[in-house]
């Protein structure tokens, strides 16, 4: 998968930029807050998910401007292919090939795309939640259908959250959790089923790739937790307790990867080191899986992390992505060895410049 072409206008601090990056390497350097992850963010929405910062489409468009346009012409498949995303009124539309998508998740499956930012680093040291956006995060892309899943059950399960804060106002509505039970359960179990299937295909790749990192020194493993064998049942058991609560306490909203080095936790008792060497092996083993699934090479997003690691690391990252077309933001190409030879670009207030 390579990027021929890209424009964003009135998108975030950016009022019109274009790249036309390199097969390769491709750095984009410049101070803080100038626009860099801007522009891998606008290269993200085109995996059909959202911002990786968690931001509102509303707040993804210039100030003062009713709209945004992100317009991509990629190779995908042996063909090249062009893609848009507009932003108005709150909400992202997209057009694939010419063709209207009903909204911006009908771009899932078609570009492909991993993201390896600051953000990620705490993937291993802070709470499940950033261990479930990861495995939801990659399901998204590969297995279709996902993305719909986890809205259905994201729903429901504020519907049913909506009904536990109601019970103790109208005894009465207790009777009625047996059908959002039921619905909870199905759509949980299936992604529970989908991310377990996941771990178990990245386990593997993760633990050679972590094995190189460490030079053989150590030995990491990956387990998926589940807060409930049985759903449904786990369900009808903590209906009391739920409702006390006021939300509900069982499900994948609820589940977490464990993840071990040297069969200690390592956000318990990993160092530092071992904490972003064993993200490093995540996010490159998602790469891998990508590839393996699709057919096609992932667009690696790497938003000012090179700081992050030691050169060791750096090398052994660059050198697993040397079949991908790649961006890397930061603040002085200069400090990093590995970057003297992409093509080279400047991000100043929201203008590029390709040096």
């Given amino acids: 998968m390579i990027i021929q072409h890209l424009e964003a206008e009135n998108y975030r601090n950016i009022r019109r930029c274009v790249i036309i990056p390199q097969n390769g390497i491709n750095i984009i350097y410049g101070k803080n807050a100038q626009g860099k992850t801007n522009l891998l963010e606008a290269v993200w929405l085109f995996t059909g998910g959202r911002s990786f910062r968690g931001t509102k489409d ?14 991509l012409e990629f190779f995908s498949g042996e063909r090249e292919q062009t893609a848009e995303i507009t932003i108005e009124n709150g909400r992202r539309n997209a057009v694939l090939n010419g063709i209207p998508q009903k909204n911006a998740s ?13 953000e990620h680093i705490a993937l291993v040291r802070e709470g499940p939640s950033q261990r479930r956006d990861f495995m939801d995060a990659a399901l998204c892309q590969i297995k279709p259908g996902y993305a719909a899943l986890l809205s259905r059950y994201h729903h429901t399960l504020i519907q049913r959250n909506t009904l536990l804060k109601d019970i103790p106002r109208h005894a009465e509505l207790m009777d009625t959790l047996e059908i959002w039970d039921e619905k909870l359960a199905s759509y949980g179990e299936a992604i529970v089923l989908g991310r377990m299937d996941y771990i178990r295909k990245i386990k593997e790749p993760v633990k050679e790739i972590y094995a190189g990192i460490s030079q053989h020194t150590e030995i990491i493993d990956l387990t998926y937790q589940k807060s409930a064998e049985d759903m449904k049942k786990a369900l009808k058991a903590a209906r009391r307790e739920d409702v006390a609560l006021g939300h509900t306490s069982v499900g994948p909203h609820r589940d977490d990867i464990d993840i071990a080095i040297d069969l200690r936790s390592a956000r318990t008792f990993g160092s530092q080191g071992q904490k972003r060497s064993a993200v490093l092996a995540l996010k490159l083993a998602e790469a891998e899986m990508l590839y393996s699934q699709t057919g096609e090479r992932p667009v690696v997003l790497l ?11 750096q090398d052994y990252l ?6 991908c077309q790649v961006f890397i933001t930061c603040c002085e190409p200069g400090a990093i060895q590995q970057l003297r030879e ?14």
């Avoid at 210039?62 to 945004?68: R, Y």
């Avoid at 009908?106 to 600051?118: A, Q, R, T």
């Avoid at 992409?342 to 040096?355: Q, R, V």
């Fill in 342 to 355: 992409g093509a080279l670009f400047e991000m100043d207030g929201g203008t590029l410049i390709k040096k």
């Fill in 303 to 313: 938003d000012d992390v090179m700081s992050e690691l030691d050169s060791g690391r």
């Fill in 58 to 71: 509303a707040d993804l468009i210039l100030q003062g401007e009713a709209g945004a346009k992100l317009s």
């Fill in 318 to 323: 660059l050198n697993h992505l040397d079949r």
């Fill in 106 to 118: 009908g771009l899932v499956g078609k570009f492909f795309s991993v993201i390896f930012s600051p």
